[in-house]
């Protein structure tokens, strides 16, 4: 999901423009009038806010419309810092360029995927030949070709829908991509999705590799952040069954949550807090098994007066203004019991 900067919004006295949704009778159909909107000299510039479902849905993008047209350029507005998306891009040979890099007027076609124009401001301005999403339908734009299904899970599946349509068969790593796309974006099928991602997955799965999957997803440390796992281990407290640890200054919240994730697997402790402190920030990281527990409403009551917190039951994030904080400027893991040990004895 890009970050949502707030976007040209139409007021009172302008009509609102409503993208006008195709209804297509059939798969057929769809893939039919979306191939009808490029021709042999089109240059096609594809945007996305890169991540799983995003990448892998402009790479299937590029490979149903490479031989109809001229070139294809998959283009990103957003700098991708988290490792699992790198390692997508670079294991499965994702040909990636940021916006900046390109001349958007070389392109005569531009299509939109994972996002709608008012997601982001880079989107905002340029005219979409295509725009295809999976987000709740949104005003103020149009384009000749759009196909928004709100109830899918993910791009990665509709895309999918397409391939097979064409009787295109994915390779493996396009079928790795779109199987990570999917995952990503239904949270391995925990969050509402429809049948079709269900049946997308089982048809990419016969083709993708499993190793280079795992790979991806198990890409989520970097080698100089190896050292925070020591000071954490030296750090860690434990009090009835909850796990506090305070890595001080991080260089990236990031390697909180990995750590809290990882501090999570142990056996018979309830609640892990893992903290450090990002840009005049304390920022913590809550986990527990969210049986009779809820982090995010703990999250809430802790820290929602002073700063940011939220979450649901089995995870939540808190971000504090160290200035928020009356600690004399010495945060410790003492200080992160002291703060939250309060509200268990209520
Ligand atoms: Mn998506």
């Known amino acids: 999901m890009p970050n ?8 009172k006295e302008q009509e609102v423009i409503e993208p006008r949704i ?14 009808s909107q490029f021709k042999k000299e089109d240059r096609v510039l594809i945007l996305i806010w890169a991540d799983p479902d995003s990448m892998a849905s402009a790479l299937a993008m590029k490979r149903l419309i490479r031989q109809r047209v001229s070139e294809v350029t998959i283009a990103h507005v957003n700098e991708i810092r988290r490792l699992n998306n790198l390692a997508m891009a670079q294991l499965l040979k994702i040909p990636l360029v940021k916006l900046r890099q390109v001349k958007a007027s070389e392109y005569n076609k531009k299509v939109l995927i ?26 103020g734009w149009d384009a000749p070709f759009i196909d928004i299904r709100p109830e899918y899970g993910a791009v990665s599946s509709m ?11 994915p390779a493996v790593t396009l079928a790795t991509a779109l199987i990570y796309g999917i995952k990503t974006d239904t949270n391995n099928f925990e969050k509402e999705c429809t049948i079709q ?12 590799n499993r190793h280079l999957l795992h790979k991806i997803e198990a890409s989520t440390i970097r080698r100089a952040e190896l050292k925070y796992f020591r000071k954490a281990l030296e750090e860690v407290k434990v009090r009835k069954q909850r796990l506090f640890s305070h890595l001080g200054k991080v260089p990236n919240p990031d390697i909180l949550v990995v750590i809290a994730d990882f501090l999570n697997h142990v056996h018979e402790i309830g609640w892990v807090f893992v903290s450090g402190e990002y840009r005049d920030r304390l920022v913590v990281i809550i986990r527990c ?32 203004p160290l200035e928020n904080i009356n600690n004399n400027g010495n945060f410790t893991t003492r200080s992160l019991i002291r703060i939250l040990e309060k509200h268990f004895r209520k």
């Open 159 to 169: 895309m999918t829908e397409y391939l097979r349509t064409l009787k295109v068969k």
């Open 289 to 320: 098994d969210g049986y009779r527990k809820d982090a995010g409403k703990l999250a809430q009551r802790v820290f929602g007066k002073i700063g940011f917190a939220g979450g649901h039951r089995e995870k939540a994030r808190a971000e504090v």
């Open 114 to 139: 994972d996002s709608q124009p008012p997601h982001n401001a880079e989107f905002m301005k340029f005219n979409f030949d295509v725009v295809i999403d999976h987000h709740p339908i949104s005003n």
């Open 4 to 11: 949502m900067p707030a976007c040209k919004l139409a007021t």
């Open 197 to 208: 991602d269900v049946l997308c997955f089982q048809y990419l799965f016969k083709r993708m």
């Open 22 to 35: 195709t209804r297509f009778k059939s798969n057929r159909e769809r893939v039919k009038t979306l191939l």
